[in-house]
Nanobody, 122 residues
Framework: QVQLVESGGGLVQPGGSLRLSCTASGGAFSNYYWAWFRQAPGEEREFVATISMVYDSPWYGDPGKGRFTIARDNAKNTVYLQMNNLKPEDTAVYYC???????????????WGQGTQVTVSS
């Protein structure tokens, strides 16, 4: 069974930066795809970014394109989301997820963390 734990969320001013981390244990494999999603109150969960733990080929959704960077450290079983130039619209709970192949839909992902809150406000 796979366990995912997110960290790094918090309160940041508009234009600021945060770095989220997701660490896996209990059976996550390095060839799986890892992804970040986010969900604001009253909104559907939306795709942010994904990366393979074998090939360094990130794929970005519209919300953070040009501002966010996904990266991973296989030795630590950890994936990161570096978020720059944050906007109030980025306020949401950010979730880490993993699956065996590439995907952008939340319904495709069987394993999820509990999420970390990101609040962008002055």
């Amino acid at each position: 069974q796979v366990q995912l734990v997110e960290s790094g969320g918090g309160l940041v001013q508009p234009g600021g930066s945060l770095r989220l981390s997701c660490t896996a244990s209990g059976g996550a494999f390095s060839n799986y795809y890892w992804a970040w999603f986010r969900q604001a109150p009253g909104e559907e969960r939306e795709f942010v970014a994904t990366i393979s733990m074998v090939y360094d080929s990130p794929w970005y959704g519209d919300p953070g394109k040009g501002r966010f960077t996904i990266a991973r450290d296989n030795a630590k079983n950890t994936v990161y989301l570096q978020m720059n130039n944050l906007k109030p619209e980025d306020t949401a709970v950010y979730y880490c997820a993993t699956k065996s192949d590439f995907g952008k839909s939340p319904s495709e992902y069987p394993y999820w963390g509990q999420g970390t809150q990101v609040t962008v406000s002055s």
